[in-house]
């Protein structure tokens, strides 16, 4: 590796990058954390910094590991720095084509990709230092999860009859909880497992654990407090109303700042339980403060707000206000311990069987890569002799394990030039895999001054998009970098845009389902991209022409939060004649396709399954309809039965034709399915009944193809792992139907097409967009529900007693702490999702949400509070009034932007002119085939 290198290389300067950026691809000698604001150039200076490595010090690529988190993220990786080598040969000039020639060829198998497979080629190499098979196989997340459940299955009950700790713990539980939840329970513990953690939390005694909680809980109290007055949407809302109500005199100002400071002051307070009892009796709300407000509306506003805030803290200061010392029949620190015990014993029945079976999952080859250098010298010597250079991309989204294996990889030049680390904490999203944004700062703090580099200079979006996120944002994160924009040509029209929808009600009080004012919206939001790929604005730059040009279908893309009513819009899109493609929604399993298949595998297997008979009948397998089901099922109790009787129901001749194919070829599955593999009896049952070719003739048909060809494909890999049969698969399926993990649905239309797209904001993370939409703005985040047992980072285990008991068998403070504790986690982290959907567009940003209906308050703070806001919404309406795009409360770092608000009713969007020209099909797709079995049954 060279040392410093004294002067600026001036083919760096030449690539066009910007003072900042070229002093990160510079440095020498120092490591590098290079934290950036979005769309300020990470990936692009990671690619010069590689470029440069292999041009100022004589690296070879062999020399260089690129690292980054998803296997997208890589390809992109891979593709620029490729697209730099090649810019570099054809500068070049004859002598050195080949020194490039050969560089580009060494590329395609240098170390460039995921963490993940990062270590799964680690593990390769030294497979005797972990004692595992060379040749392992790695489980996705799908045959992971079956393995889990199988371990979860048999380890369970093998422990119920065993004399030791963990067998008398399951006991225990099982008589609290019963069998159904615990298993439950304990694959959501060891999908969280910290081993090291874990030992240590079983180590502890009950006055240990207390005496933590006791510190915790006073910690917790502090955070909590100014959550509730700057954050939570519920307790702001009402002070929002409170603090902006118009007044005469000065009583209700004064009330609510003492209430504010009471309330600041309460994790200091000798006792909690009085100075609480003091800040409720501030929110009383004398007389006096209501007869001061001129306006009755407003007094009604002001009563209800003083009472709202005051419930509402009162419930969730609760579990800071309880006496610990209640009479429990069980001890909670006992019951998390038992929980712990069990998991671990779980667990190593599940890490037993990924041995036997010679697979490793995901979490294994992080934990084993990182267990193979610490524990390993020599090993890690050799890396580092290996390797002169880490480039480290996305770095906010490390978990402890890879932080750590990031260290050791570096080992001794991690803070001297050897790792190159580039993040932006406000991208941070994917603490629900374990990624830890502290993490990034405290790597940050270790760096050598020189090497604590920042980028300011967004080079994706238009200056008035900055703005807008620079306004919205200021607040919202601690010591904020607003982001300039690079100097290029601005539009006249409008690059942040509002799009708010509403359902026509007749009567005021009549209320609109969430599903409803979803279609509301996807209606708009359809509306609204039909205008705009109608018009002939030049509203997108063009970076090639470097001219402003319309708007393509291409050009939009849709950003969800979460994709469980994804097919609401799809619908609306379709209706408008807008072709579009859906980047992976998650609901695979759910889906009706997938259905059909377990119906189908389940009356093959087990012919008793009337339920899945009747399933199958009526799909388009069998393509029998409900009046046949319901005649035959009339002419005898039991479905099969009937169907393989000699006298049939008189039924239309199609239909009749119908019974009689699928009876001859359930006959014949039957007969082969001990004969075949899983994935060769899926073939022949959709070759057999055609359903491919049906699929493709119905609303969506390509998706659905293409997802029952992911299920074929997934029954190969059954296959191909040996151990599992058909009533395996069957079982599996089941339970994925049920439980939905995170499982994409398959692609239809490559990435490129030239149609809207829709994705998750996970899935936009690094991407840029001329044209987004952040649909479903004011979508409220579902809790878990029925959870019995977490691993919380701070508080260890916890769990909540069964809630059907009364009283409960044992206190569930704990358990609520934890869920606060969590809570403001989250909330931050919705914030910064929020962060990474408003930076990918680069023309034009358009936040769209479909509300209820606008209530007619004057006063926008309080118009806000009534939408009853998400967290987005609310930080929202504290800088913008939602109606009017206008910046409320000026600051001097303001700048003016100007939004274009649209809001509409139902009846609007229907009236609108441009919707008339539009050529709309007859009518939407029928869907009755998806209403649910058991109308029938
Ligand atoms: N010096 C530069 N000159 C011109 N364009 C640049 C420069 N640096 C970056 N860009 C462009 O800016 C856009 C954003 O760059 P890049 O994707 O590398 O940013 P990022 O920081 O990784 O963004 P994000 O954090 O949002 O993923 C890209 O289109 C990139 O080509």
Redesign the pocket.
């Known amino acids: 590796m060279s040392a410093d290198v004294p002067h600026l290389p001036t083919e760096v300067r030449a690539a066009?990058?910007?003072l900042q950026?070229a002093a990160a691809v510079e440095l020498r000698g120092s490591s590098v954390h290079l934290s950036?604001g979005?769309?300020?150039?990470?990936?692009?200076?990671l690619t010069a910094r590689y470029l440069s490595h292999i041009k100022n010090d004589r690296s070879s690529v062999g020399q260089l590991v690129a690292i980054t988190f998803t296997e997208r993220a890589a390809r992109e990786m891979r593709e620029r720095i490729r697209g730099s080598f090649r810019k570099e040969r054809d500068q070049s000039s004859t002598e050195h084509r080949t020194f490039w020639e050969d560089r580009l060829e060494e590329l395609e198998s240098a170390p460039i990709n995921t963490i993940h497979s990062f270590c799964g080629n680690l593990l390769r190499q030294y497979p005797a230092e972990m004692g595992i098979d060379p040749q392992f196989e790695i489980l996705d997340e799908v045959l992971s999860l079956n393995v889990r459940w199988e371990a979860i299955r048999e380890e369970l009950q093998s422990l119920l009859l065993e004399e030791s700790d963990a067998g008398n713990s399951l006991r225990a539980l099982t008589q609290l909880f019963g069998w159904y939840k615990i298993q439950n329970s304990v694959l959501h513990l060891i999908e969280e497992l910290d081993q090291g953690a874990w030992s240590d939390f079983l180590n502890l005694s009950e006055a240990e654990y207390r005496a933590r909680i006791a510190s915790l809980k006073i910690q917790l109290l502090k955070r909590y407090c100014r959550f509730l007055l700057t954050s939570d949407p519920t307790s702001v809302k009402y002070l929002t109303i409170l603090l902006k109500s118009r007044y005469e005199g000065n009583l209700l100002p004064v009330k609510v700042r003492e209430a504010i400071e009471q309330l600041q002051a309460l994790s200091s307070a000798s006792n909690l339980q009085q100075a609480y009892e003091e800040l409720h009796k501030t929110l009383l709300g004398p007389k006096e403060i209501i007869a001061q407000l001129v306006d009755p509306e407003e007094a009604e506003n002001v009563k209800e707000a003083l009472k709202g805030f005051r419930d509402s803290l009162k419930n969730k200061l609760d579990a800071f206000l309880e006496n610990e010392s209640g009479e429990w029949s069980f001890n909670d620190f006992e019951v998390a311990q038992q929980f712990v015990r069990v998991a671990l014993a779980v667990n190593d029945g599940y890490s037993r069987r990924k041995k036997d079976r010679a697979v490793l999952d995901f979490n294994d080859l992080l934990v084993m890569a990182r267990d193979l250098l610490k524990n390993h010298p020599d090993v890690r010597e050799e890396l580092a002799q290996k390797y002169s250079f880490i480039l480290l991309d996305e770095l906010q989204d490390t978990d402890p394990t890879q932080m750590e294996l990031v260290r050791l990889i570096c080992d001794t030049g991690l803070k001297y030039g050897k790792l190159f680390a580039v993040g932006?904490a406000k991208?941070s999203i994917y603490r629900f895999r374990g990624a830890d944004v502290f993490l990034f700062n405290e790597l940050r703090n270790e760096m050598p001054e020189p090497g604590q580099l920042d980028?300011s200079t967004n080079?994706?979006s238009q200056k008035p998009i900055l703005d807008f996120v620079n306004t919205l944002f200021r607040k919202v994160f601690d010591s904020y970098v607003p982001l300039e924009a690079?100097d290029r040509p601005v539009l006249e029209y409008p690059n942040v845009e509002f799009l708010w929808s509403f359902p026509e009600v007749e009567a005021a009080s009549e209320k609109v389902s969430v599903e409803e004012t979803r279609q509301a919206e996807g209606r708009l939001i359809a509306r609204r991209i039909s205008e705009l790929l109608q018009s002939k604005e030049e509203r997108i730059w063009d970076s090639k022409t470097r001219t402003f040009r319309p708007v393509r279908a291409g050009d939009v893309t849709i950003l969800f939060r979460s994709m469980s009513n994804v097919q609401l819009y799809e619908e609306a899109l379709r209706y408008y004649g807008i072709d579009y493609y859906l980047i992976g929604g998650r609901a695979f399993f759910a889906q009706q396709e997938i259905y059909d298949v377990l119906n189908v595998l389940r009356i093959v297997e087990n012919a008793n399954d009337s339920i899945a008979l009747a399933g199958l009948l009526r799909s388009p397998m069998a393509g029998l309809n409900d009046q046949s089901l319901f005649l035959l099922r009339q002419s005898s109790g039991d479905l099969w039965d009937c169907l393989f009787s000699e006298s049939l129901p008189s039924l239309p001749p199609d239909q009749m034709e119908a019974l009689k194919t699928i009876r001859t070829f359930l006959k014949h599955w039957s007969n082969i399915k001990d004969h075949v593999s899983i994935h060769d009896l899926l073939v022949r049952i959709i070759e057999d009944t055609g359903y491919d070719a049906a699929l493709q003739f119905e609303f969506l048909g390509d998706r659905k193809l293409a997802n029952l060809w992911k299920l074929v494909e997934l029954a190969r890999r059954f296959d191909q792992a040996g151990f599992f049969t058909l009533t395996d698969f069957i079982e599996r399926l089941a339970e994925l139907v049920e439980n939905e993990p995170k499982e994409e649905q398959a692609a239809t239309q490559p990435e490129n097409a030239d149609v809207v797209k829709l994705m998750t904001i996970h899935q936009s993370?690094?991407l840029?967009f001329p044209v987004v939409i952040i649909a479903d703005y004011n979508r409220k985040k579902s809790s878990p529900v029925g959870q019995q047992v977490k691993w919380q980072r701070y508080f260890g285990c916890v769990s909540s007693p069964p809630q059907d008991e009364d009283p409960l068998p044992f206190s569930d403070q704990n358990w609520r702490l934890a869920a606060i504790a969590d809570r403001m986690e989250d909330d931050q982290e919705e914030l910064r999702v929020l962060y990474v959907a408003c930076?990918r567009p680069r023309d034009l940003l358009i936040l769209s949400a479909g509300f209820n209906k606008f209530n007619q308050e004057r006063n926008p703070y309080v118009h806000m509070a009534k939408l009853d806001p998400n967290s987005w919404l609310l930080k929202l309406g504290q800088k913008f009034d939602i109606r009017t795009g206008e910046i409320l409360q000026l600051v001097p770092e303001d700048l003016p932007i100007s939004i274009r608000v649209i809001s509409e009713t139902d009846k609007g969007i229907a009236q609108a002119p441009y919707e008339k020209s539009r050529k709309i099909p007859g009518k939407l797709p029928d869907m009755s085939r998806y209403k649910p079995l058991d109308n029938l049954l």
Do not use: I, M, N, W
């Open positions: 066009g990058l910007t950026q950036s979005a769309g300020c150039g990470k990936t692009h200076v932006d991208q980028l080079f994706r690079f993370k690094g840029e930076t």
